[in-house]
């Protein structure tokens, strides 16, 4: 019968897995993300979703709660970039993703952010932009 030590060594292992797992994640997610970014300035659209969405499929069930300050970001720039490559309806939906995913300030801060990111001209055009605000 294993030690009541034995037990606890092993739960303070797992956490540590975890931990590191999440650690990874989120790095991965950060790598993506800017990998993202820098693909939309080159205007390689179609690349730039397929990385950003590796991001989001990094968790997509945003399992970590900590996890979720970067996600919003993440939604935020696939809208960029659907908004870049004329993509309207798309950028539209993953606005509405970041939006209902930022909280506190960070939806204040996207929202204002939204009303001046050149990227997201196109879509500030669109009359359905001032109803997601």
């Known amino acids: 019968m294993p030690s009541t030590k034995n037990a606890r060594d092993a739960i303070k292992r797992k956490q540590q897995e ?10 991965l997610t950060e790598f993506y993300l800017e990998k ?6 080159a205007k390689d659209y179609e690349e730039a979703i397929a990385v950003l969405q590796k991001a989001v499929d990094v968790d997509p069930e945003n399992s970590d709660k900590s996890f979720g300050s970067i996600r919003p970001y993440v939604y935020y720039a696939l809208a960029c970039v659907y908004s870049c490559s004329g993509d ?6 993953n606005l509405s993703i970041m939006i209902k995913l930022g909280v506190g300030s960070y939806r204040i801060d996207f929202a204002q952010e939204a009303r001046k990111d050149p990227d997201l001209k196109n879509v500030r055009e669109d009359p359905r932009f001032e109803e997601e605000q």
């Open 88 to 93: 309207l309806d798309a950028a539209l939906e």
């Open 36 to 41: 993202g970014r820098v693909l939309n300035e």
């Open 18 to 27: 975890d931990s590191d797992a999440r650690t990874a994640s989120r790095t």
